[in-house]
């Protein structure tokens, strides 16, 4: 072979590799943006869903994982594509208001409120969520709060409200922390906490804390999935997004979540 003509062979492969790979390119689908709940990180449920989203799909997920409060101003400033919260009137808000578009269930758990295997304040004797926080007021007993806006944090302030109890005292700790974190301070401390099932089946082997109080209706805790409205933020992936709560609603996804242990615990349920 002349000179030339290795040239011209080597330009050739140069030009159809380029090509080749501009062509690979195209063909994958940008990343979906998703902000979510530390509870759904926590338990591990990510780590176990969004690889098999991948493989499914071919879509890879970038998640942040913080408080629902948090989660929906990503959301509102057009930082993701989707979120995956637990807090149904903010979340309405949030479709209400026009950021967001095609709230779907995907599933839910429970809180319960963890404290000393004592039960120093008898939590266990109350008959409501609201009659247990308060106890937990009337002995003064050492309380974790998210006090980061997260669901569980706004839902705890319900149940404060319901109680008809403002908390506010040495007795009352505004970590401003995930529930991981959360969990850890309230165990060191010895004290009671309001934290999802999910989070504390994930971690109970770490943990010296009981289960003070369940079972009230009111500690129900449901998840949803919504896009992020394109209408709002234009460079939204709301193709990747759509994928994704296709994907997580379906009998593929469901199963998934449904089928997720933990220590031989079941961490979340299907609606219905």
């Known amino acids: 072979m002349t000179r030339g003509a290795i040239n011209k062979f080597v330009w050739l492969t140069l030009i159809a590799g380029l090509a080749l790979g501009l062509a690979c390119n195209e063909s994958v689908s940008p990343a979906v943006k998703l902000a979510t709940t530390t509870s759904a990180a926590n338990t591990g449920l990510l780590d176990h869903l969004l690889p098999e989203f991948e493989k499914d799909t071919g879509i890879h997920v970038d998640f942040i994982a913080t408080g629902t409060g948090k989660a929906l101003m990503h959301g509102r400033n057009g930082d993701v594509d989707v979120v995956l919260v637990h807090a149904p009137m903010a979340e309405q808000a949030f479709v209400r208001e026009g950021y967001g578009v095609k709230r ?156 997720y242990h933990v220590s031989g615990h079941v961490l979340f349920h299907l609606f219905e």
Not at 104 to 126: C, E, H, K, T, Y
Not at 179 to 194: D, F, P, R
């Open 104 to 259: 779907v269930p995907v599933m839910w758990n429970d809180f319960v409120i963890l404290g000393p295997r004592d039960d120093p304040a008898m939590l266990s004797q109350s008959e409501t969520a609201a009659d247990a926080l308060v106890k937990v007021s009337q002995a003064a007993a050492p309380f974790v709060s998210r006090g980061d806006d997260s669901g569980t944090h706004k839902k705890e302030l319900g149940l404060w409200e319901q109680a008809a109890v403002e908390p506010a005292g040495d007795w009352y700790i505004e970590a401003g922390q995930g529930m991981g974190a959360c969990l850890t301070i309230a165990n060191n401390m010895q004290a009671y906490i309001l934290t999802d099932r999910g989070t504390y089946l994930a971690r109970v082997d770490q943990l010296e804390l009981a289960v003070a109080f369940e079972g009230d209706p009111l500690l129900v805790n449901p998840y949803a999935i919504v896009m992020v409205n394109p209408e709002k933020h234009p460079h939204v992936n709301q193709t990747g997004a759509e994928h994704l709560v296709e994907w997580i609603t379906s009998h593929r996804g469901q199963a998934l979540i449904e089928h």
